[in-house]
């Protein structure tokens, strides 16, 4: 994959970003790893449960008024990414 900036193109290699294998294996037997450090920690507990809903984030950004803060760029980018690039 990769993302189309004009003069710039991003490849993104999503199964070494993600760490999982590049085949044909189902993700949710993989054995989660509970390895999220600094924002990315604060960010995840910021959540409840297993599993980071849309829903939840889009609440979360409702609801939340700190529009250019690094917990609001986490929330975006994620929710950017499960609904746009995933469809």
Do not use: C
Not at 21 to 34: A, M
Not at 38 to 43: D, F, R
Not at 62 to 68: A, I, K, T, V
């Amino acid at each position: 994959m990769a993302i189309n900036l004009g003069s710039n193109i991003i490849k993104v290699d999503i199964h070494q970003l993600l760490g999982v294998p590049n085949s044909g294996i189902i993700l949710e037997t993989l054995e989660y790893k509970k390895n999220f450090i600094g924002n990315a920690k604060s960010w995840k507990d910021m959540y409840e449960g297993f599993y980071i809903t849309t829903s939840l984030i889009v609440f979360r950004i409702r609801d939340n008024g700190d529009n250019d803060g690094i917990m609001f760029k986490l929330d975006f980018m994620t929710l950017f990414i499960t609904t746009i690039v995933e469809a």
